[in-house]
């Protein structure tokens, strides 16, 4: 959520937390590394204030060079950087800012206070500049295109080169919140009667519906809660998936598996895919992943849902070191990317990500499709899927595999699904409007001869 939930702490105390996140993310840590470290009573409420200031970073790193050239301590820059975002309104989301700016103000100094106090006339003195400057410094800051859309200068030139047409609502949408999904475990209910369930709960929801499909395990919730407030979560009723995310099983089962069928899922972490596969089909499936960390939550998650599958740490890439020589009737290859697709549920990926990165993740998952393609026996399908918006991970990629392996066909598939209001694809009753991640999807079949 972008506006911090109800909470008994001060504000400078999440202010001050919020600092620290932001620092973190400033010198190349991921935000959920950084929230890990912070207690647990501020986490919400610090999680949500950084969401917003990473969401705003680019703006505000631009308002900070121009009120402070030299840049200040680098926990103190997190906190001006953080006051500087809170304190932005910005015109494409609507959003108003989540506090009065004298409040915002004040309870920074007394942040500066807690951590830096010898800083604190400094940390007063620029954001009082900056509230009465504020219309001219923003009207400036916002020629730099960094400034305006919040997002690295190779981002921008990316998308503008992949998606002329899309580019700008690709970057709008990156700076809004992302609907919570769920996804009802088939083997326990359908759809209509946990609906009924999230009502008798207080609860509001709509079933969405991905593209084609006639039904479906997908519902909506008009605003998003913490998972132990669902019913039935505990008991494995329901998981949280975007609905993007939940094409993959539908996709790579097609028409139907036979019973007993040899699936691999071969970078399975954090275990989403995996089971919806298992809640739509009696599968012999192996989770793979190089991780052993990330894969104990697909075992956590396969447990929760009352599903199995056998589980493997090891590179799939590595073939000798985990296949058993049986062919695999079908393959889900979900490649690690630079996850442009979902920046809106990651807001400090588009930080933390170099353009050197694409280039070293192209090569990774071109590598992942040539050692798995000869696991996979003729007539079979794989899937690849990544959750990126960049064609040098979609369909360039799929496009240089097909060149390699004459013997794979590929099928009809979604390809991309964009997270902008117009995206044809993405099959969402009721008014248009994001819904959601980005994802690239091909289906590549194995020629018998």
């Not at 973190?24 to 204030?49: E, I, K, Y």
């Not at 052993?292 to 396969?302: C, I, N, P, S, Y």
């Not at 979609?394 to 997270?419: C, K, M, T, W």
Request: charged share 20%; hydrophobic share 45%; proline share 8%.
């Amino acid at each position: 959520m972008n506006v911090p939930p109800p909470s008994s702490l001060p504000l400078a105390t999440l202010l001050a937390h919020t600092a620290d996140a932001v620092a973190a993310v400033c010198a190349g840590r991921s935000l959920n590394d950084a929230l890990a470290a912070v207690p647990a009573p501020p986490r919400p409420g610090t999680q949500a204030l950084a969401f917003r200031v990473l969401r705003g970073l680019g703006l505000a790193q631009a308002l900070r060079r121009r009120l402070v050239p030299k840049a200040p301590p680098a926990w103190v820059d997190a906190l001006l950087l953080s006051a500087f975002a809170l304190a932005h309104q910005d015109a494409d989301t609507a959003e108003a800012p989540p506090y009065a700016p004298h409040t915002l103000v004040s309870q920074a100094v007394e942040a500066a206070k807690l951590r830096a106090r010898a800083q604190a006339g400094f940390v007063n003195a620029v954001l009082r500049r900056y509230l009465r400057e504020q219309t001219a410094l923003v009207a400036a800051a916002v020629k730099d295109p960094v400034a305006k859309w919040n997002h690295p200068r190779w981002w921008i030139e990316t998308l503008q080169r992949d998606w002329p047409q899309h580019w700008a609502d690709l970057l709008r949408t990156n700076d809004r919140r992302a609907p919570m999904t769920l996804r009802v475990n088939a083997r326990q209910q359908d759809r209509a009667s946990y609906l009924q369930r999230l009502a008798q709960a207080g609860i509001a929801a709509r079933a969405v519906t991905r593209p084609g499909a006639a039904d479906g395990q997908a519902i909506e919730l008009a605003v998003p809660c913490a998972v132990s407030s669902l019913p039935g979560f505990a008991e494995g009723a329901v998981s949280v998936q975007d609905l993007a995310a939940q094409q993959a099983a539908p996709l790579l089962l097609g028409t139907g598996l036979p019973p007993g069928a040899r699936v691999l899922d071969a970078c399975a972490a954090p275990g989403g895919k995996t089971a919806h596969l298992l809640e739509l089909a009696d599968l012999d499936l192996l989770a793979l992943d190089a991780d052993a960390q990330r894969l104990v939550k697909v075992r956590e998650t396969l447990q929760r849902l009352g599903l199995h599958a056998r589980t493997q740490t090891a590179d799939a890439r590595d073939v000798a070191s985990w296949w058993d020589g049986q062919p695999f009737d079908a393959i889900l290859l979900d490649a690690p990317c630079s996850a442009s697709g979902i920046v809106r549920r990651h807001p400090d990926v588009r930080w933390l990500r170099r353009a050197s990165d694409i280039e070293a993740l192209a090569s990774t998952q071109a590598g992942l499709l040539d050692a798995l393609w000869p696991v996979l026996r003729p007539g079979g399908r794989l899937l690849y899927a990544t959750c990126s918006v960049f064609k040098a991970e979609g369909v360039h990629q799929i496009d240089a595999f097909l060149q390699r392996a004459p013997n794979a066909i590929e099928r009809p598939s979604p390809g991309y699904l964009l997270p902008v209001a117009d995206n044809p694809d993405q099959g969402i009753e009721g008014p248009p409007r994001p819904s959601t991640d980005g994802f690239y999807y091909a289906l590549l079949d194995k020629r018998s001869s």
